[in-house]
């Protein structure tokens, strides 16, 4: 025979069980949203520093690469000389993203030292050239800085009244 001294029906007592078990079921699926959620965090967080790392970096190895192959190609460039070229232009990018840092909030610094950059950079590999090769590599210099003005002026900072800019002042936009 069953001993009926508690005041609580069985009714009670399952209904007391069933909202339990649905609370301990929801705070579970609490858990393991958060820990979803955390995770998918992590990984964005993760994902938002290295993008801008890898912003800066400009021009990695396989530009270099693609760019002394069209070089190899369009100059006809021995093996030595290929070789020498691709030193210069790893050279050139080491020296570049060195100096990165120093022109930071100063817009004309920066341009200033790319256009001096650049052009140390041309001439080094000019003096590895031969007379043909050199005519060629104008040719191809001219062409380069046809389409990076041309790119300039379709995001709207193509040369401006002045300096470069459409404010006159060299900074673009």
């Not at 900072?157 to 470069?164: A, C, F, S, V």
């Amino acid at each position: 025979m069953r001993n009926f001294v508690s005041n609580e029906t069985d009714y009670e007592k399952g209904e007391r069980l069933f909202e339990s078990q649905k609370i301990r079921k929801k705070e579970k699926a609490l858990t393991h949203n958060h820990i979803r959620l955390l995770a998918i965090t992590a990984i964005g967080i993760m994902l938002l520093a290295v993008a801008p790392a890898g912003a800066q970096m400009g021009p990695g190895p396989e530009q270099t690469d693609k760019r002394l192959a069209m070089l190899k190609e369009k100059l006809k460039l021995t093996d030595k000389q290929a070789e020498q070229i691709k030193g210069i232009m790893e050279e050139s990018r080491n020296q570049a993203l060195a100096e990165r840092g120093k022109h930071k909030g100063d817009p004309d610094s920066a341009l200033k030292f790319r256009e001096e950059h650049r052009k140390a950079t041309d001439e080094k590999i000019m003096a590895v050239l031969n007379g043909d090769q050199k005519k060629e590599y104008a040719k191809i210099k001219d062409e380069m800085r046809r389409n990076r003005q041309d790119m300039k002026e379709r995001r709207g900072r193509g040369d401006g009244p002045e300096k470069g800019g459409p404010r006159g002042d060299g900074r673009g936009r």
